[in-house]
């Protein structure tokens, strides 16, 4: 049978190019306001503000748990204490280099302000460290105060990342473990995606972070069971890798629907990302290599960084030349300033990605401690039909 993905040394260059787009999303979601108010012919980005960028999160909690099942499905046959140390070190070298430089960077850059009396935005408590540090500061019931605002904004998804590796990888394991046919399968994607984003933040009042916890841990298991669906439906995957362009065209226009009612079409948004995903498991399509472009693709390999450092540019920024101080400028100023923040966030990003985040990664990886050393497999673990 001719196998729809290939080996475990294929990276699947569509699925990369779209991290780096849900990158781009949610930057586009936080600079929305100024870079709009520079140019307010920017439609497209001023769609952003209303909250569709931010489901850029949305993605990359789907992809995480797609691109996981898909690198360890092998190991998931034999599931013992050995793999689960590997991969808890191996994801722990994967995210922290960049939450811990991140940091730094914003703990230097909040004692250097503190002695140049500047005024940095964000708060920047102590007592918020030993929950940023330990990656736990979304974690309900650690003493903390809102993740959103704390440090480095974007990391309580980082946070709440960490939550899903320990906690729902397993479970996702277990799911993979067992064929589901296509209707169920595709019930219980929903299913988890709809209680994902539905999940009142009233019901969890009195359970701090909650509501993220809910969110992240069954986009985390939507993406398992997406890559499930890969496993067991061959011929459905066939059908959406051939219809990912108009997976891309729908995806387009239920965007550009939200600004009429963004709570119902959000929700159809994210519920087309699985079925996103499995279209972009091949280069079949026009949006598949599009997203395949060397371009697109490096994007995707540093789209981890430009999360993580985007929002130290922004506040950089508003210390140096807030954009809002060129709002009556000529227009190519305007535009240059625009086109010059986002330059500098993927540039800034790839200074990250190259200088600490790859080497950080490698090293870690090879001096791991013993408890993070699998076992070697005595039998060959199944070859599923991909």
Known sequence: MQKILSAD?????AVTGLRGAAALSVVCFHFSKEWTLLLPGLKIV?????GVGALGVDLFFIMSGFILCYVYRYEA??????????????????????????????GAMVVTAHIAHVQM???????????QLTMTHAWPLVPHTVPGTSWNYPSWSISA????????????????????????CILLISGSVIIALL?????????????????????????????????????FVRWMQQAGSFIGILLLGLIAFC???????????????????????????????????????????????????????????????????LQNANFFLRLGAVVGSLASIIGLAALLYYSVEVPARNYLRVHRPRWARERTLKTQAPSFAL
Request: glycine share 6%.
């Open 199 to 235: 999940g009142s933040p009233r019901l969890w009042s009195n359970f701090p972070n909650g509501a993220d916890l809910v969110r992240v841990s069954f986009e985390f298991l939507a993406g398992g069971l997406t890559f499930g669906l890969a496993l067991w439906q061959e011929q």
């Open 161 to 184: 990342e960490w939550f899903a590796y320990l906690f729902i990888f397993p479970l996702s394991l277990f799911f993979l473990k067992r064929r589901i046919s296509l209707l169920p």
């Open 9 to 13: 040394s294929h990276e699947l260059k």
């Open 259 to 325: 600004a009429i009612d963004y709570s119902f079409f959000s929700v159809a948004i994210v519920l087309l990302f699985p079925f996103l995903l499995l279209g972009m498991t091949a280069d079949t399509s026009r949006t598949s290599k599009l997203l395949s472009h060397r371009f697109v693709f490096w994007l995707g390999k540093i789209s981890y960084a430009i999360y993580m450092s985007h929002a130290i540019f922004q506040k950089i920024q508003k210390i140096v030349l807030p954009l809002s101080y």
């Open 121 to 131: 935005t964000g708060s920047y408590l102590l007592m918020d460290l030993p929950s």
């Open 46 to 50: 001023s769609l952003f503000s209303t």
């Open 77 to 106: 046959a034999i599931f013992d204490r050995g793999f689960l140390g590997k991969f808890i070190w191996f994801r722990f070298a994967r995210i922290y280099p960049n939450h811990i430089a991140t940091l730094l960077i914003l």
